[in-house]
């Protein structure tokens, strides 16, 4: 998501107020690297579901008319833990002006972050 207006707490949870933003766009990754990441430690029992490539819709429209919604990824050493490098291009259209109704938050704690903004 390109969007001005963004901040981050000090107990590092990202807030975002109403405002104006240029693109939201999800970049995605081969099935077969997925699996190898969500295999590391840190994914585990995160609660969190994955879903397959196959089955996202979203990707399906993203790549769409000749585009491809997949980054570019090389592994930097033997195994995961050394790193990844990816990439990729995308293009925003920079007359595109969609607007953000509502504050957003993302991260830790929604409450402890409202309480630290009325501070």
């Known amino acids: 998501m390109v969007h001005q207006n963004v901040k981050t707490s000090s107990n590092?949870?990202?807030v975002s107020s109403p405002t104006t933003l240029r693109h939201i766009g999800q970049i995605f990754f081969d099935e077969?690297?997925?699996t190898r990441v969500l295999a590391?430690?840190?994914y585990q029992n995160s609660g969190q579901s994955h879903t397959l490539n196959s089955a996202d819709s979203i990707l399906r429209q993203a790549n769409a008319n000749g585009?491809?919604?997949f980054a570019s990824v090389t592994q930097l050493g033997s195994s995961l833990s050394d790193?990844?490098?990816g990439y990729i291009t995308i293009g925003i259209d920079?007359?595109?002006?969609?607007s953000i109704t509502t504050k957003n938050y993302y991260g830790v704690a929604k409450r402890e972050t409202e309480e630290e903004e009325e501070d």
């Open 12 to 14: 590092g949870t990202i």
């Open 32 to 34: 077969t690297l997925n």
């Open 40 to 42: 590391q430690s840190a």
């Open 67 to 69: 585009y491809s919604a």
């Open 83 to 85: 790193g990844l490098l």
């Open 94 to 98: 920079p007359t595109a002006a969609r």
